[in-house]
């Protein structure tokens, strides 16, 4: 198995002319994309941090950032990955806290802010421009040197699936023996292939799961700066893919959006990951389109997904197993044991999921994600035990109210959290998208439909309706705490 840093070095070496990312309708070639690259790399030397060197990587979804990422790790560098959409003042903060040796990120990204920072704390600064880098005038110099000895590795903060966000590892060996490796093209030329289309942001898991692998195979693509449901039509109506994916909000976007059934024909199956999708949600699509939906699941602290539906398993189980996101992966192994005890218990009982994953080690590794194995081997995620919502005794799982409101014709989507009650501790409050053809839909309504799916306790004492629900710009999953502020701000 070749070297990830010996991959890196190799892709940006191909043919200058060769084509690489569409970027905006505008084609960047693999000269551009090492031209960068070397660039990059050329300063992170000159900067005295040397072989080894620590970058933190503020990554957009942008060429200059994809080219740099191969750059750096052509030149063996650990990447701490640092979340582009926050303010200056975290990212400060931040970089305080890990102590890069240099600061790698867009050309606006560096307000005064973070220029302060990194003279203060003697970080260089490299500033990614299209289709060009640079060093910073006075902040050419990097205070701390690399370890040249220390095995290179790309750090990224995990989504809080085993508890709050905290940085995770993977080396350079894990990623090119688990993520590149097992995507590689079986046949053909892949330069030749459907482009890939990336819109997952670079820094996350998911965003190296789907950039590496393309970008090192060989494979053309084509870069969003993020999700957007007109950038993934555009992308199939002109390269009619024969396999794709939509973050799982996006199939309901589809579905509101009346998307044409003959727009999705050259479509074997889709793949859905990163968040939930509700069943309901799955059936009215692949109705629909007839196109199969294969539900994953993974996280950032598993270095990528432990149980997937494949093609074969959702032709033989899809209809009774709907909802469900597959069995083991090879090496992998899951149980559900319960909350109080950690007994590990018999299918069909719900609990607490543990996951081995043969990419970090044979340890079990604890999740807050509740769960269900069927007998069958079957995994079914129920929500998060860290969100349940206490009203006055009683557990509830915001999961389970949004998929009853899901239930009804007028709702598009839907956020449930618990809100402060003096007398009852908490009570949930409903965030609800409702359909473009429901405008009238109000909270009477909805209140009585659910008192025929839910029982009482679970009807939501707060409601708010919007036009779209608020989304994280890294993995669009809905972004909690901005619904958090929507209904505080009602209640």
């Given at each position: 198995?070749?070297?990830?840093?010996?991959?890196?070095?190799?892709?940006?070496?191909?043919?200058?002319?060769?084509?690489?990312?569409?970027?905006?309708?505008?084609?960047?070639?693999?000269?551009?994309?090492?031209?960068?690259?070397?660039?990059?790399?050329?300063?992170?030397?000159?900067?005295?941090?040397?072989?080894?060197?620590?970058?933190?990587?503020?990554?957009?979804?942008?060429?200059?950032?994809?080219?740099?990422?191969?750059?750096?790790?052509?030149?063996?560098?650990?990447?701490?990955?640092?979340?582009?959409?926050?303010?200056?003042?975290?990212?400060?903060?931040?970089?305080?806290?890990?102590?890069?040796?240099?600061?790698?990120?867009?050309?606006?990204?560096?307000?005064?802010?973070?220029?302060?920072?990194?003279?203060?704390?003697?970080?260089?600064?490299?500033?990614?421009?299209?289709?060009?880098?640079?060093?910073?005038?006075?902040?050419?110099?990097?205070?701390?040197?690399?370890?040249?000895?220390?095995?290179?590795?790309?750090?990224?903060?995990?989504?809080?699936?085993?508890?709050?966000?905290?940085?995770?590892?993977?080396?350079?060996?894990?990623?090119a023996r688990f993520i590149v490796a097992p995507r590689a093209m079986d046949s053909g030329d892949p330069a030749a292939a459907p482009p890939a289309l990336l819109y997952f942001p670079v820094g996350n898991i998911s965003g190296l799961y789907s950039t590496l692998p393309a970008l090192l195979?060989?494979?053309?693509?084509?870069?969003?700066?993020?999700?957007?449901?007109?950038?993934?039509?555009?992308?199939?109506?002109?390269?009619?893919?024969?396999?794709?994916?939509?973050?799982?909000?996006?199939?309901?976007?589809?579905?509101?959006?009346?998307?044409?059934?003959?727009?999705?024909d050259c479509l074997r199956y889709m793949g859905a990951g990163a968040a939930p999708l509700a069943p309901e949600v799955q059936r009215a699509f692949e109705e629909r389109y007839g196109v199969p939906i294969l539900l994953s699941y993974g996280a950032t602290e598993f270095a990528g997904p432990?149980?997937?539906?494949?093609?074969?398993?959702?032709?033989?189980?899809?209809?009774?197993?709907?909802?469900?996101?597959?069995?083991?992966?090879?090496?992998?192994?899951?149980?559900?044991?319960?909350?109080?005890?950690?007994?590990?218990?018999?299918?069909?009982?719900?609990?607490?999921?543990?996951?081995?994953?043969?990419?970090?080690?044979?340890?079990?590794?604890?999740?807050?994600?509740?769960?269900?194995?069927?007998?069958?081997?079957?995994?079914?995620?129920?929500?998060?035990?860290?969100?349940?919502?206490?009203?006055?005794?009683?557990?509830?799982?915001?999961?389970?109210?949004?998929?009853?409101?899901?239930?009804?014709?007028?709702?598009?989507?839907?956020?449930?959290?618990?809100?402060?009650?003096?007398?009852?501790?908490?009570?949930?409050?409903?965030?609800?998208?409702?359909?473009?053809?429901?405008?009238?839909?109000?909270?009477?309504?909805?209140?009585?439909?659910?008192?025929?799916?839910?029982?009482?306790?679970?009807?939501?004492?707060?409601?708010?309706?919007?036009?779209?629900?608020?989304?994280?710009?890294?993995?669009?999953?809905?972004?909690?705490?901005?619904?958090?502020?929507?209904?505080?701000?009602?209640?």
């Amino acid at each position: 198995m070749e070297d990830l840093g010996q991959l890196s070095a190799a892709a940006l070496a191909r043919p200058a002319e060769q084509p690489a990312i569409e970027f905006r309708k505008r084609w960047i070639s693999w000269g551009e994309m090492r031209r960068v690259g070397e660039r990059v790399g050329e300063l992170i030397l000159a900067s005295g941090a040397g072989p080894g060197a620590r970058v933190a990587f503020v990554a957009r979804n942008r060429p200059s950032a994809l080219a740099a990422l191969l750059g750096m790790i052509a030149g063996r560098c650990t990447i701490r990955m640092v979340y582009p959409f926050q303010s200056a003042t975290a990212i400060a903060r931040e970089l305080a806290e890990i102590e890069p040796s240099v600061l790698v990120a867009a050309a606006e990204d560096f307000p005064e802010t973070i220029l302060a920072e990194s003279r203060s704390s003697g970080i260089a600064a490299i500033a990614l421009r299209e289709m060009d880098a640079c060093s910073l005038p006075g902040l050419e110099h990097a205070r701390r040197p690399g370890d040249a000895t220390l095995p290179p590795q790309v750090e990224i903060l995990t989504s809080g699936t085993t508890g709050p966000p905290k940085p995770f590892r993977l080396s350079y060996a894990t990623i090119a023996r688990f993520i590149v490796a097992p995507r590689a093209m079986d046949s053909g030329d892949p330069a030749a292939a459907p482009p890939a289309l990336l819109y997952f942001p670079v820094g996350n898991i998911s965003g190296l799961y789907s950039t590496l692998p393309a970008l090192l195979n060989g494979q053309r693509a084509v870069l969003l700066d993020r999700f957007s449901l007109a950038g993934w039509h555009d992308h199939l109506l002109r390269f009619r893919p024969a396999t794709g994916g939509l973050p799982p909000a996006g199939f309901q976007m589809v579905l509101d959006a009346g998307i044409p059934p003959a727009d999705l024909d050259c479509l074997r199956y889709m793949g859905a990951g990163a968040a939930p999708l509700a069943p309901e949600v799955q059936r009215a699509f692949e109705e629909r389109y007839g196109v199969p939906i294969l539900l994953s699941y993974g996280a950032t602290e598993f270095a990528g997904p432990v149980a997937a539906m494949t093609p074969e398993l959702h032709a033989t189980w899809g209809r009774t197993k709907l909802g469900s996101v597959g069995r083991a992966l090879p090496g992998a192994q899951l149980r559900v044991v319960d909350p109080v005890s950690g007994a590990v218990l018999p299918p069909g009982a719900e609990g607490i999921l543990q996951v081995i994953s043969p990419r970090v080690g044979p340890d079990w590794i604890h999740t807050s994600d509740v769960a269900v194995i069927d007998e069958d081997g079957f995994l079914f995620l129920r929500g998060r035990a860290d969100g349940a919502i206490i009203r006055g005794g009683f557990k509830l799982l915001p999961e389970t109210i949004e998929r009853a409101l899901l239930l009804h014709p007028g709702v598009s989507a839907a956020a449930v959290i618990g809100l402060a009650d003096k007398r009852l501790g908490q009570v949930p409050g409903a965030l609800v998208q409702l359909a473009p053809d429901s405008p009238q839909t109000g909270a009477a309504e909805l209140e009585a439909h659910l008192r025929d799916h839910v029982p009482a306790t679970h009807i939501p004492v707060v409601w708010r309706f919007v036009d779209a629900l608020p989304r994280t710009a890294m993995s669009f999953k809905v972004d909690r705490p901005a619904v958090r502020k929507l209904l505080e701000r009602t209640n």
